[in-house]
């Protein structure tokens, strides 16, 4: 079973907003909350790249693509990952998947942009 649970995903038009939420159930608090957090997406036909990161400090750091649009957080008590998503483009269409850690992946939610 994937560790983490990723949710919020759907079809937007062009220019409009997302919120995904990743939780983390069966994580325990020792492991999630000193790891660095990622949102990466993966579009048809290509690979998986990096979106966003946190690290444990706070620290954000963002894709060209997506840097000034999207805002990575995280709420450490109730083991969750945020992704807020502004001003959607056609190519923000990607399937969505968090990380913790490195190793720990959810199954991913799609996000699907219209023009």
């Known amino acids: 079973q994937a560790q983490l649970v990723e949710s919020g995903g759907g079809l937007v038009q062009a220019g409009g907003s997302l919120r995904l939420s990743c939780k983390a159930p069966?994580?325990?608090?020792?492991?999630?909350?000193?790891?660095?957090k990622s949102w990466y997406r993966q579009a048809p036909g290509k690979q998986r790249e990096l979106v966003a990161t946190?690290?444990?400090?706070?620290?954000?750091e963002y894709a060209d693509s997506v840097n000034g649009r999207f805002t990575i957080s995280r709420d450490n008590s109730k083991k969750t990952i945020y992704l807020q998503m502004n001003n959607l483009k056609v190519e923000d269409t990607a399937v969505y998947y968090c990380?913790?850690?490195?190793?720990?992946w959810g199954r991913g939610t799609q996000v699907t942009v219209s023009s």
């Open positions: 069966r994580m325990i608090t020792s492991v999630f909350n000193p790891n660095a």
């Open positions: 946190i690290t444990t400090g706070g620290r954000t």
């Open positions: 990380n913790v850690g490195g190793d720990a």
